[in-house]
């Protein structure tokens, strides 16, 4: 695959930052806005998607291996569930060991935020890591040029 134009390929690098940045945005303050690590983390997906489909497959696979997904996604995994088993020796499964913070505040969801972090790159990473292996077997069905 080629991707397309020169000017859907630049105008998709400047629009994919932006993505990215709200997907962190939206992941970051999922516990004060509506939004959170499910959400930011499509939103960062989506972006990786932009870029597929705007310069092609192999330039995004060779940035983002297979193997790169998957262990991106099992450390989101283990960091959520670090703060349950964490939260565990403070009394309770998921307990919040961290300080609260004045009502819509960044830092006023205690573990919240660090769960949301947690689950934000589990779900980025397990949909591109979805998403690029479509890409791989539809390129391997498809006739050679």
Partial sequence: MKGMSPIVKNTASVVTAFVMMYGIYVTVTG?????GGFAGGVIIMAGVVLLVLSYGG???REVTAEG???VLEGLGAMAFLLVA???LFGGAFFANWLGTGRPMEL?????????????????AAGLTGIFLALVL????AMPKE
């Fill in 31 to 35: 516990h004060i806005t509506p939004g």
């Fill in 58 to 60: 192999d330039p995004i």
């Fill in 68 to 70: 790169e997904c998957h």
């Fill in 85 to 87: 088993v964490i939260g």
């Fill in 107 to 123: 830092l006023s969801g205690g573990t919240i935020l660090i769960s949301n972090l947690a689950i934000g790159l589990k779900v």
């Fill in 137 to 140: 077997a539809i390129r391997a």
